[in-house]
């Protein structure tokens, strides 16, 4: 299968400060990015969906002025959260789709805020 | 929003027993999609079932899937150690497979 990098796989973060987290396909061009969170003992929630060079669409309850997503090329999104608190601490998996075909998964952002 | 519900939330076996999983979703499908998750870890790709499917096998694996009553089931036979981690089953609604509905997942243990 595809391959689809997740970068970093673990970050602490003070609260209040921002941190972005990047994904990309390695071998096929990514034209819709998925992200979601994922809290403790949970499952995967869709964040948002982005398609390249558009801007994302977000799910009820997501807000879009926290959750920055940027997908500018077709290999690379990026998902930074803004103004961190703990309560933002979750894992955090992307997924890349080519045009609607199957989706690839990312390792996971292990995302802690103190 | 949330469709699919796993049963049952936990399940503990002894190595070489098989273990069941169902999935029930709400609405129609194009397909479902079953994934394995190590503790804290990424997601891994087991089995893709289409609508029009009823069962499909791959490897150790069983899937069976009944669109009347919305549900499918994954077996594992012969079940191993290293098949400890949480199972999730997945919807996809559109044409495409890309954009998934997770359902709250299966936590498996199995005690060697």
């Known amino acids: 299968g595809a391959v689809v990098s997740q970068h970093p796989s673990r970050v602490i973060c003070k609260s209040g400060t921002s941190v972005k987290i990047e994904c990309r396909s390695l071998?096929?061009?990514?034209?819709?990015m998925f992200w979601y969170r994922q809290f403790p003992k949970q499952s995967l929630m869709l964040m948002a969906t982005?398609?390249?060079?558009?801007?994302?669409?977000?799910e009820q309850g997501v807000e879009k002025d926290k959750f920055l997503i940027n997908h500018a090329s077709l290999t690379l999104s990026t998902l930074t959260v803004t103004s961190a608190h703990p309560e933002d601490s979750s894992f955090y998996i992307c997924?890349?789709?080519?045009?609607?075909?199957?989706?690839?998964f990312g390792q996971g952002t292990r995302l802690t805020v103190v | 929003s949330q469709q699919g519900e796993e049963d049952p939330q936990a399940l503990s076996i002894q190595e070489g027993e098989n273990a069941t999983m169902n999935c029930s979703y709400k609405t129609s499908i194009n397909n479902l999609q079953w994934y394995r998750q190590n503790s804290g870890r990424g997601l891994v790709h087991l089995i893709l079932?289409?609508?029009?499917?009823r069962e499909k096998h791959s490897g150790r694996l069983r899937v069976t899937l009944d669109t009347s009553k919305k549900s499918s089931s994954l077996l594992i036979t012969a079940s191993r150690a290293a098949d400890t981690a949480s199972y999730f089953c997945?919807?996809?609604?559109?044409?495409?497979?890309?954009?998934?509905?997770f359902g709250k997942g299966t936590m498996l243990l199995v005690s060697p």
């Open positions: 997945a919807t996809a609604t559109n044409s495409g497979y890309s954009t998934l509905t």
């Open positions: 982005s398609n390249e060079g558009s801007k994302a669409t977000y």
């Open positions: 997924s890349a789709s080519d045009q609607g075909a199957e989706a690839f």
């Open positions: 071998d096929f061009q990514a034209t819709t």
């Open positions: 079932i289409r609508s029009n499917e």
